[in-house]
């Protein structure tokens, strides 16, 4: 299914029902007075967050929604019946903005939430409304209150734990399909990951956090080059970014650290706040290099990086280092998240020479 994480919609609720005039009229009754109901509610349209859902495309090909009207009163005290209400189910993370003014309308963040887009209108009064002990023959009555009706933009970013961050090939798609349950397509050349990924990873039982993979960045990301700027969004609402180095490139020209310095500079500049987010670096693809060789060459990288936090040097393809990784994710991330993480698993608890350096 293709990824769609914006979409513009028209939305319309309904019209309340007109309020009738109607009178009484019986044998042997002749002053029977008012008996004309109240129109009925139009319907409104509501959205929900659903869990199920991870995509706008619903909302790609059904681009208006409109509620009905609610029925016209009628006569013998008869009320007109509200219209049901349209409910749109949308992804959790889902930003609702007015697509005239860009105002956020609602954020879904929490499942099942249920948000008011438009109100339907109002029904009209009947002349039974209008009865009053020195207007006992009323003949007024009023229309129903209109609709409301919007533009609306629709912005979907994904809600996890944490997010990878690298060039294309540096191993994120190997990474996430290692250490969680989801299975990206993987391939040797750039841009094999075209949307999002997110992955469940499961530390034990009930201890697990979700991990999120967009497409590669570029140089020129945050002026519009290549994919990963069209997605950067899917990563504001994360703890953690992992930013993802491919520690041994085919092409001996390319240099490590300068391809870590230009995703750094692209994250700064399409937002500060990004920018600001916890950071660890994870230097992928160790396997490629000789066992007498890593400490030096990672000693190095830092030095020249210029790098004062956490480093993890791992193999997504061989698993190398990452269950230190995602024991020290989990910690990372229950703490970030007002959650008591238990004590570490001793069997991860990173060395000299592997994990966190």
């Not at 129109?39 to 509620?67: C, E, K, P, Q």
């Not at 899917?234 to 490590?256: M, S």
């Not at 950071?279 to 990672?298: C, Y």
Request: proline share 6%.
């Amino acid at each position: 299914m293709k990824f769609v994480d914006e979409a513009t919609i028209d939305v319309v609720a309904g019209d309340g029902g007109s309020g009738c005039m109607s009178f009484r009229r019986e044998k042997f009754i002749p002053f029977g007075g008012p008996n004309g109901g109240d129109g009925g509610r139009g319907a409104s349209v509501f959205a929900m967050a659903d869990r199920n859902l991870n995509t706008l495309i619903d909302f790609r090909y059904a681009r208006r929604h409109v509620g009905r009207h609610g029925e016209h009163g009628r006569g013998s005290d008869q009320y007109g019946a509200a219209a049901e209400d349209i409910v749109l189910r949308m992804p959790l993370g889902t930003i609702i903005k007015d697509f005239e003014t860009d105002e956020v309308i609602a954020e879904l963040l929490v499942p099942d939430e249920k948000v008011l887009i438009v109100k339907g209108g109002d029904g009209g009064f009947g002349n039974l409304h209008f009865k009053t002990s020195t207007n006992r023959a009323p003949r007024q009555k009023t229309p129903g209150w209109p609709g409301e009706q919007k533009k609306l933009k629709l912005e979907l970013r994904v809600l996890a734990d944490v997010g990878l961050l690298g060039m294309p090939n540096a191993g994120k798609s190997t990474l996430i399909a290692a250490i969680s349950n989801a299975r990206p397509k993987i391939a040797d050349y750039p841009f094999t990951t075209l949307h999002p990924n997110l992955g469940v990873v499961r530390v034990a039982a009930e201890k697990s956090f979700v991990v999120a993979d967009i497409p590669g960045l570029i140089e020129g990301a945050s002026d519009g080059a290549g994919l990963g700027h069209l997605f950067l969004r899917h990563l504001q609402r994360t703890h953690l970014l992992l930013h993802v180095v491919d520690f041994a490139p085919f092409d001996e020209a390319v240099d490590p650290v300068a391809q870590a310095k230009s995703i750094v500079a692209e994250l700064r500049k399409y937002d500060e706040s990004l920018f600001d987010k916890p950071r660890w670096l994870v230097l992928n693809k160790l396997d490629m290099v000789p066992a007498e060789e890593r400490a030096q060459r990672v000693k190095d990288f830092i030095k020249r990086f210029k790098w004062k936090g956490p480093v993890f040097e791992i193999s997504a393809l061989t698993r190398e280092g990452c269950e230190s990784l995602i024991q020290a994710v989990y910690q990372q991330v229950a703490s970030l998240k007002n959650v008591v993480p238990p004590p570490p698993d001793p069997r991860f608890v990173p060395v000299e020479g592997e994990g966190l350096v």
